[in-house]
């Protein structure tokens, strides 16, 4: 049993889930940690321009992760530095990070996801030297060079019209003829005179001169031609891979990772909850993920209410010299 602080819910995760999460739990007293590994905001501070979070017709993501941050803060969330490594239960919920442990009643999952990678020759190797899924963070060094961006879906497309700012011709490799991206994004990206695309054909490998990126090999999934596509950048958006390593002995998963919870948030795991991208079934958007932090909270609310109620009951029981319950 802990004999320090415990706290009534500990947040791992500070992206739009937890930081919403936490605003609404510092709001309802509860009180509330942030455990958050590299910096608050998560993967939206990636996103150049968001443009449909409601009240913010155009935000770049760090702006929108930094007053999540500060939103949160505000109310007297604590936000820190740590890596979850994992939980256990001992009475309380105890979260083992590389920083030490933190007790808590509750805990919410809210980790996210990172992007996946394309398993092909030569993507490794050029990571940091042509290889990229941060067109934010790279895209400059791509003036008026030529790139090539891997996947057909919202990020792909969107970082893709934002790699026009810098390159002067950005070809799509889809491996499907129509894109899964919104209506919206497929009209301007195909309206954009710089993007071409690459359609029915995935990447096979990714070319080098030993120090950066020339190019990559592409193969037509119709009729299996391959053809170099010369290209001094490559960025992969194919999907995002959940960050459930720490818990994947802890709380049941689903085939590809994603923390399986009810309607109600809770994972198998009593007082565990999980939610936005590292939820199995999430959409995810930056609204709706950061919805899923708020209706999570309130039923985290009714665990820890309910949590009192029994402690309560069991020490009266326990007064009377009844059996208390299990
Ligand atoms: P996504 O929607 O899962 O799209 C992944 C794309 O990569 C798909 O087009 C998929 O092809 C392709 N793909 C998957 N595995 C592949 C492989 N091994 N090789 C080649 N291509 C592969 O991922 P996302 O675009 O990152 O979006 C993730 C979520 O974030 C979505 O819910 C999206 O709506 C949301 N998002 C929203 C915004 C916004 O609202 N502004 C911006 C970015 C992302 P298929 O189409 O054939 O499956």
Known sequence: MATDTVYDLAVIGGGPTGLTAAIYAARAEIS??????????????????????PGFPEISGAELAERFHEHAKKFGAQVRTATVQGITHDGYLTLNTDTGAIHARAVLIATGAHWKRMGVPGEEEYIGRGVSSCAVCDGFFYRDKEVVVVGGGDSAVEEGMYLTRFARKVTIIHRRAALRAQKILQERAKANPKITFQWNSVVKEVLGNGTSVTGVRIANVLDGSETDLPADGVFVYIGMRPNTSFVQNTVELDPEGFVKADCCFRTNVPGVFAAGDVRSGAWRQIITVAAEGALA????????????LTEAEELWRSRRGEATRM
């Open 297 to 308: 909270v309130r039923e985290i609310e009714y665990f820890l209410a309910e949590e009192q």
């Open 32 to 53: 509330t940690v942030v455990l958050e590994k590299a910096i608050a905001g998560g993967q939206i501070q990636n996103t150049m321009a968001v443009e449909n979070y």
